[in-house]
């Protein structure tokens, strides 16, 4: 079945607003000969005649009537559609943003961000959850509003990406350790008691390889899937943690943290979102303020 021609809507619209033929052509900037072939195939379209003469002028029928509220909300809401959005105003601004990241990330931000968000939007809620893969489906299906992570194989090739920081792996011991009186070397990283940092339980990754060209090798006692809990074991333990600098900063507090003694690339952690929500005036103003949030310095 073939659609209407909607532009129909309009014009009957201003034929019920003008109540005459020439009247309408006028608002809508037509000739009354246009107008009145516009107004037959309302006719043709509704079944009704709409319009009828009464004297020198035209009455709309009881059809045209009932018609006239809702053909005028409807050309009113596709106007909406189709204008830019208003001005945004945050203190009426009521919504929640669901935001995926790793564990550290809101330990170390979140505080910020949320006293950024709600000094101007006292009525934004934000909802984290964890980050257990690299997977888009997520932003894909919009259970999620933004992602922090580093850009992967696995990102989606539609996804929006903004750098928000760089990073680098310290290894991080409990004060007091053996290893913090001393200026640490390759050997002696190596030769320490490792936490591997896994999510998919694999105890080998690119630390590893770097040791490996050197022809050393680390011991790693235990994997854990995150940074917290791996922290958490070195602060009890002669365990040593193998994590990213600026992403577990407040975690560390108390902790002796040095660089590695061996050659490791920095990489950026960058926040993610789905095309859809790009020009979203809402998602543009919580953007923003995720990067201000991760470049504030911490008193």
Not at 264 to 277: I, K
Request: proline content about 6%; glycine content about 8%; some cysteine.
């Amino acid at each position: 079945m073939s659609l209407p021609d909607l532009n129909l809507l309009i014009t009957l619209d201003a034929l019920l607003a003008e109540g005459s033929v020439a009247g309408a052509a006028r608002r809508l900037h037509l000739s009354p000969s246009a107008m009145s072939r516009a107004l037959a195939r309302l006719r043709e379209a509704t079944g009704d005649p709409l319009l009828v003469r009464a004297g020198r002028a035209l009455v709309p029928t009881p059809r045209a009537i009932a018609l006239r509220q809702q053909v005028g909300d409807l050309v009113h809401d596709s106007v909406a559609v189709l204008r830019p959005v208003d001005k945004l105003d945050l203190a009426q601004l009521a919504r929640t943003f669901t935001i995926r990241t790793r564990e550290g990330f809101v330990e170390n931000f979140g505080a910020q961000l949320i006293e950024r968000v709600r000094a101007e939007a006292p009525g934004v809620r934000l909802r984290f959850v964890p980050k257990p893969d690299k997977d888009s489906t997520g932003l894909r299906d919009g259970s999620v509003d933004l992602e922090t992570g580093v850009i992967g194989k696995s990102t989606g090739p539609e996804v929006r990406t903004q750098a928000l920081f760089r990073d680098r792996f310290v290894a991080v011991m409990r004060a007091g350790h053996a290893l913090a009186a001393d200026a640490i070397t390759p050997a002696s990283y190596a030769a320490g008691e490792h936490i591997g940092v896994s999510r998919q339980g694999g105890e080998k990754g690119p630390l590893d390889d770097a040791l490996l060209a050197l022809g050393l090798e680390r011991a790693i006692v235990v994997t854990v899937a995150g940074f917290s809990p791996a922290l958490a074991l070195a602060r009890e333990s002669d365990l040593i943690a193998t994590v990213p600098e600026r992403h577990t900063g407040l975690l560390r507090d108390g902790m002796h943290s040095v660089a590695l003694p061996f050659p490791m690339p920095e990489f950026t952690v960058s926040m993610l979102w789905h095309p859809r929500l790009d020009a979203d005036p809402a998602h543009r103003w919580l953007r923003g303020h995720m990067r201000a949030a991760c470049c504030a310095e911490r008193g």
